[in-house]
């Protein structure tokens, strides 16, 4: 493996990690505010449940792949 690019991959791998961060919150926020209306929740617990849910998810995958780039090293 050319070692020249190993360090241009961890770059791309961490540069892309707000972008997986913002998707997956988004994808669980909208699917939380798609249940509230389909099912007439007016409190809106599906809308805050599922996005802290996908917050958590997102840090769980960040762990991951940070933890990935280091086990490479």
Avoid: C, H
């Amino acid at each position: 493996m050319d070692p020249e690019k190993k360090p241009s991959n961890n770059w791309l791998a961490l540069i892309n990690i707000p972008f997986q961060m913002g998707l997956i919150i988004f994808a669980f926020s909208y699917l939380g505010s798609w249940l509230d209306e389909k099912y007439s929740n007016s409190s809106e617990i599906y809308f805050k449940v599922l996005t802290l849910l996908g917050v958590f998810v997102a840090i769980i995958q960040v762990i991951r792949q940070v933890n990935q780039i280091n086990k490479n090293k």
